[in-house]
């Protein structure tokens, strides 16, 4: 750190030259992201509540209040009248209080013993935030193979229980592929075998209801689901809201108090959430955006993104790529029969595209968010044409 103070000339313009470096949504070039552009009302509002801290919620009761109706008004679109969660930093923290949850469940239930080791089933698709959440935990994470549609395998779901499984995981909008898993087949499972059944939806969630509002055919996968204990949900992903905001909502809020420890100095006698001082400005943004857009407006952007995805993987077909599974959500995965991936992403990278790669199958993966427009998309198919035209195949 220099001795002296720099004057805010100076700052502004070194920051500058950082920011210089990063990349930009507006460009359409940024094809492999979960994020997206954020909204200038956000961006006032974020800046309104940056110095509230929901670590601390009675000095903060206002923000607090904000917070709770996110929470709540998340649960009506997953149908839960009356939900409880927190706002917190996104997917990865909101799947690990989610498993925490269970474990402690699991351990208040007498199901298993602090010296045994915790099973939890995911589906090969996951998120590697369990990866994270499994070595943070010790439990061990056991990988369920994917059907022909790259969904969970139900029979391998059901060979893999054991009298140590705390949870299973399913999830609605796989990270790689967009594919939902069937929740409604995980819940019986769950049920029957008294077993805590997580939903990642840190995707899904903001897409997959007002599909459905717009008539598309997509599996359930939400609290309606009598088995589902909880549901990770991202507004900080398709619901356009600034980062970081992840959403964890629990169907009891038995779930929350499992994993409460005492906050003594703090003005709530009790702190469930992983992160201790915590931003209020990602809850006021999100709470901005959920109104300021609605449910029809999360439909309509939905739908454009869809739109999107169907016209670039027809195109893609025609190109003579191979399109590894008929969306379901807004992602796009393909390759070429003739192109090893990695050269195809090396070709796209120096043409200026950001995309990025699935690993099961390997394959370049594209996330149709609302930053990426039709001509960006027609863009990329002509380069795809041209990268398959320079090397004569
Ligand atoms: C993005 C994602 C996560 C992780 O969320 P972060 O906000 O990056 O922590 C978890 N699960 C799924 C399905 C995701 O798509």
């Known amino acids: 750190m220099n001795q002296k103070p720099m004057d805010e000339d100076e700052i502004f313009k070194k920051l500058k030259e950082f920011k210089y470096m990063d990349m930009d949504y507006s460009s359409g070039r940024i094809l492999g992201s979960m994020c997206t552009a954020v909204h200038p009302i956000a961006k006032e509002v974020y800046s309104d509540f940056l110095e509230s801290n929901l670590g601390d919620p009675g000095l903060f009761k206002g923000t607090k209040a904000i917070e709770d109706e996110v929470i709540k008004e998340i649960g009506s ?13 996104g997917g990865t923290e909101a799947n690990l209080m989610a498993l925490h949850s269970a474990y402690k469940i699991a351990i208040s239930k007498g199901k298993i013993a602090k010296t045994d080791i915790p099973e939890v089933i995911v589906p090969k698709s996951a998120h590697f935030s369990f990866k994270k959440a499994s070595e943070i935990m010790r439990f061990k994470l056991i990988e369920a193979n994917l059907d022909k549609n790259y969904k969970v395998d139900i029979e391998d779901v059901k060979s893999n229980l054991s009298s140590n499984t705390i949870a299973i995981v399913g999830v609605a909008g796989t990270t790689e592929l967009g594919m939902i898993d069937p929740i409604e087949e995980l819940s019986e499972i769950a049920i029957k075998n008294d077993i805590y059944l997580h939903v990642d939806a840190a995707f899904g969630g903001f897409l997959i209801p007002f599909l459905k509002d717009l008539r598309y055919e997509l599996p359930n996968f939400d609290f309606s689901i009598p088995g589902v204990s909880s549901i990770t949900i991202d507004p900080h992903k398709m619901g356009i809201a600034p980062i970081p905001s992840g959403c964890i909502i629990y169907r009891e809020k038995k779930y929350l108090d499992v994993i409460a420890v005492d906050s003594p100095y703090l003005t709530s006698k009790k702190q469930s959430t992983i992160v201790g001082t915590r931003l ?114």
């Open 280 to 393: 209020g400005a990602p809850s006021a943004a999100t709470w901005a955006m959920m109104n300021h857009i609605g449910r029809d407006g999360y439909g309509e952007l939905a739908n454009e993104c869809m739109i999107n995805t169907n016209y670039f993987a027809d195109a893609l077909f025609k190109e003579g790529f191979n399109v590894i599974v008929k969306p379901e959500l807004n992602i796009v995965a393909f390759n070429h029969p003739k192109i090893e991936t990695e050269k195809l992403e090396i070709l796209l990278k120096n043409n200026g595209w950001m995309v990025s790669t699935a690993s099961y199958p390997k394959a370049i993966r594209i996330v149709v968010m609302g930053h990426i427009r039709h001509t960006h998309l027609m863009d990329l198919i002509s380069d795809l044409r041209k990268i398959r035209e320079s090397l004569y195949i």
């Open 77 to 89: 679109f997953l149908s839960l009248d009356v939900p409880y969660g927190n706002v917190v930093t």
